[in-house]
Antibody, heavy 120, light 107 residues
Framework: QVQLVESGGALVKAGGSLRLSCAVS????????MSWIRQAPGKGLEWVSK????????DYAESVKGRFTISRDDAKHSLYLQMNSLRAEDTAVYYC?????????????WGQGTLVTVSS | EIVLTQSPATLSLSPGQRATLSCRAS??????LAWYQQKPGQAPRLLIF???SRATGIPARFRGSGSGTDFTLTISNLEPEDFAVYYC?????????FGQGTKVEIK
C-alpha cells in the first residue's frame, strides 16, 4: 500500500523558514516525479513545486520562486520543501503527491497534508 | 496560464440523483484533464485522468467526458459518501492549474 506522510508544518512568523518532509513507502520512490501542492484555509488547490527523478529538474509556481526549494533523497524515500522568507499568504495545508503520467499528468496518491501557519 | 472555471460553485442534490459538474478551460487542454474528490479534513483523491479514464477503485457511477475546453464529471445515482468538493486539474501546458472546485452538498 502506497503511503505518503508529510511532517514539519508549524506556526512560524513572517520572514521565517520551515522545512517540510514527505516520507514515501510502498512504491519505488526513485522512479517517480513528485510535487508539493498547497491549500489555503477554505480555498482551492495550488500546485507549488515539482521535482524530477534524480532531482535533475525542478520547477516552482511564480508565487514561491526564489523562496522555496524542493529536493529529494532517494535513499531515504523522502521529499523535502525548504521554505524561506515566509509570508502570511503561504499559510496553507501542504500536500506531497506522486506524479503519474501517460500523455497527461495527474497526482495520485496524496499525503494527508501538513499545516503551515505564517503569522504576520 | 490556463484558467479552469468550474460550475456551479455548489450543487444541492439528494442521494440517488445525478450530479453534473462542469470544468471549462480558458484555452484548449486537449484531453489532459483530471478530476479529484476531496472530503472535509482529507487529501484529494484522484477520480478521473485523461478526461475520461477512471482511476483504480473508482466506482462506475463516476464518469468523465469532454475534450478541448469543455469537460464534465457526471456522478449518477449519488451515494451518501459522494457529497464532497470536486476539483479539475489540467496538465496541458505549464503551469498546471486546478479549478476552484464544485461542492456537492446534500439537499
Amino acid at each position: 500500500q502506497v503511503q505518503l506522510v508529510e511532517s514539519g508544518g508549524a506556526l512560524v512568523k513572517a520572514g521565517g523558514s520551515l522545512r517540510l518532509s514527505c516520507a514515501v513507502s510502498g512504491l519505488n520512490f526513485g522512479d517517480y516525479y513528485m510535487s508539493w501542492i498547497r491549500q489555503a484555509p477554505g480555498k482551492g488547490l495550488e500546485w507549488v513545486s515539482k521535482i524530477s527523478t534524480y532531482g535533475t529538474y525542478t520547477d516552482y509556481a511564480e508565487s514561491v520562486k526564489g523562496r522555496f526549494t524542493i529536493s529529494r533523497d532517494d535513499a531515504k524515500h523522502s521529499l523535502y520543501l525548504q521554505m524561506n522568507s515566509l509570508r502570511a499568504e503561504d499559510t496553507a495545508v501542504y500536500y506531497c503527491a506522486t506524479e503519474r503520467f501517460r500523455g497527461s499528468t495527474w497526482f495520485a496518491p496524496w499525503g494527508q497534508g501538513t499545516l503551515v501557519t505564517v503569522s504576520s | 496560464e490556463i484558467v479552469l472555471t468550474q460550475s456551479p460553485a455548489t450543487l444541492s442534490l439528494s442521494p440517488g440523483q445525478r450530479a453534473t459538474l462542469s470544468c471549462r478551460a480558458s484555452q484548449t487542454v486537449n484531453s489532459f484533464l483530471a478530476w479529484y474528490q476531496q472530503k472535509p479534513g482529507q487529501a484529494p483523491r484522484l477520480l478521473i485522468f485523461d478526461a475520461s479514464s477512471r482511476a483504480t477503485g473508482i466506482p462506475a457511477r463516476f464518469r468523465g467526458s469532454g475534450s478541448g475546453t469543455d469537460f464534465t464529471l457526471t456522478i449518477s445515482n449519488l451515494e451518501p459518501e459522494d457529497f464532497a468538493v470536486y476539483y479539475c486539474q489540467h496538465s496541458y501546458s505549464w503551469p498546471w492549474t486546478f479549478g476552484q472546485g464544485t461542492k456537492v452538498e446534500i439537499k
